[in-house]
């Protein structure tokens, strides 16, 4: 949140006595202005195309009905979190709409702060600094990698010293949206203003207050009081709304000394992304030496090798992506890899797309780690499918707010097995965390090995890491885990 003027915070919520607004005549509209930098006229319907950049004016008028004094403040706030961002993570959008975003916005849809008393929350303060090593990984700053960001959500690591919130490097929300107050055109042109311009989340907030207790009046022709600057991302596709929440967070004040306020009827932006990019709708682990993948973004919870025998590994080295049309075209250099895990072991490349109508595999030039996130990334879109093995864990307990998901190995899997082997679970464990022998059946068997896994027994404490640096962790499995990582898994 950017404010001009320490006194703007109390001016701003002094006003506790509402207009009537049952007869509004006032409007908040949205309009585009410019795309990709050029002029355009006016227009509150705008068809636009992957990349896109689009700049809005934030428009009031038609207050002066309801407030015969004139207008002394305006606030106006985004109905943001739902008119841009139509699925939980940028990273994982396969199957929504794709999302249009602010220019530099780069952190998730709903703010995950930095939690602890000595984590980046209050920056270098006198009393709370940040703590190296402990709870920002960069050198101490609040600006580097932080622990408890990559333990709520991977996707959002950085500990941003401004907003005090995880996101991704280079979030910078300041570059999506200001307040011009030199335009001609600003409802309060010429007067001496106290500003905020909120962007700590997605549901922007503008806000305007003249120092004197004096109104300006409504001429009929709408006032600027805002602008919005958004990009359509790769993989958008049709109708986005972007519009304003209704009062109390968006009105118009008067100078009474009851600070009258009316609540503005709503104008969206709309913007249709037309024609769209080839669409990542779905993927999943390809074919393995067992069958029974897990899906995307599950955990494979079976040996990763046989007994005694830590190679060949049994994991898969395969995804299938799923696209709206055909993928006929598709190249392996589409895609890159990126591993999420204990630190020092580099991602296999992919050596192989083989196309099939509208499905792409991808290969990989190794099977996938345990204790580690394999994630392939279609670069044309910028969306990644993931998958994970990690050994002997068979259930993953729900988050208890604001604690992060349980995602480890420890003994209560055991218990787990046999709970699904007496038909007590409901439904039914999926074959990746209960054929945890890769029989194809789930078994008392798979009990018995859940404990080797957990204990190191009969061979699985050998490293599995095609002969690097054994990571931190492998062999025996109690204890591992992997950082929540998907949508349905941050807190």
Known sequence: MRIVSARVLALCCSAVIFGNSAADAAVLALKAVKKNGGAIAPTSNLTVVAGDTIEADILV???????PLGARGVQSALLGVS?????????FCMG????ILPLGWKGPREPIECPGPNSCVGGTTPGNPCTTNANCLGGGTCTGPSAACLAANPNFPTCTQVYH???SAGHNPILGAKIDVNRPDYIFNGQSVNLVMDDRTLNYRYFSLIEDRIGIPDTGVPKYVGTLSVQVSNHACGPFEIGF???PSSFIQDPSQKNTRVFPTSSPLILTVSPCNIQLIDCSPGPVLSPSSPEHCDIDA????GPQLPFPRLTTNQMVMRYDRSAAGTLSTDYDVALFGPPGLPPPGVTGALVSGNEVTVSLAQRIFPLYWTCIRDKRVDLRCCMASL???VEDLPPVPPDPPTIVSQFSDVFAILHNLQGVTVPPLPPQRCDIDRSQLCTGADLLMTGDLLVGADGFAHPDNGGAAEPAGTGPYNGDSLPPLCPDQAP
Do not use: K, V
């Not at 008028?61 to 309801?66: N, R, T």
């Not at 008119?83 to 990273?91: A, R």
């Not at 079976?302 to 090798?305: L, N």
């Open 61 to 67: 008028s038609g207050w002066g009905a309801e407030l």
């Open 391 to 393: 050994p002997a864990d």
């Open 165 to 167: 919130t995880c996101a």
């Open 302 to 305: 079976r040996i990763p090798h």
């Open 96 to 99: 929504a709409n794709g999302n």
């Open 83 to 91: 008119g841009f961002y139509q699925c939980d993570d940028e990273m």
């Open 245 to 247: 929440q209704g009062g």
